[in-house]
Nanobody, 116 residues
């Protein structure tokens, strides 16, 4: 059974940094795409970053230059390094993974709160 578990969320002041981790229960090489999404209360889930197995990473315009996503496939782990955090970055952050045959899996999410 595929499981994705996020960690690293918490409370940080504006301008601060956090690193989120997402550990998967299976070989990460089996995923074509891995990524991060976030969701604020009452809003739709939005893409933050996607890392394809090959090719360029894709970031939301709102986080470009501040967030960096990367995969460590041998460790079955993906990370989201977040810097210059702002209150508008406050959300539940979810990791996601898509297999080569198109099945998408989600973690349960980790809360990130940025205080002004």
């Amino acid at each position: 059974q595929v499981q994705l578990v996020e960690s690293g969320g918490g409370l940080v002041q504006a301008g601060g940094s956090l690193r989120l981790s997402c550990t998967v229960s299976v070989n990460a090489f089996s995923f074509d795409i891995m990524g991060w999404y976030r969701q604020e209360p009452g809003k739709q889930r939005e893409k933050v970053a996607e890392i394809p197995r090959t090719g360029s990473r894709d970031y939301a315009d709102s986080v470009k230059g501040r967030f960096t996503a990367f995969r460590d496939n041998p460790k079955n782990t993906m990370y989201l390094q977040m810097s210059s955090l702002q209150p508008e970055d406050t959300a539940v952050y979810y990791c996601t993974a898509v297999t080569v045959d198109g099945r998408r899996y989600w973690g349960r999410g980790t809360q990130v709160t940025v205080s002004s």
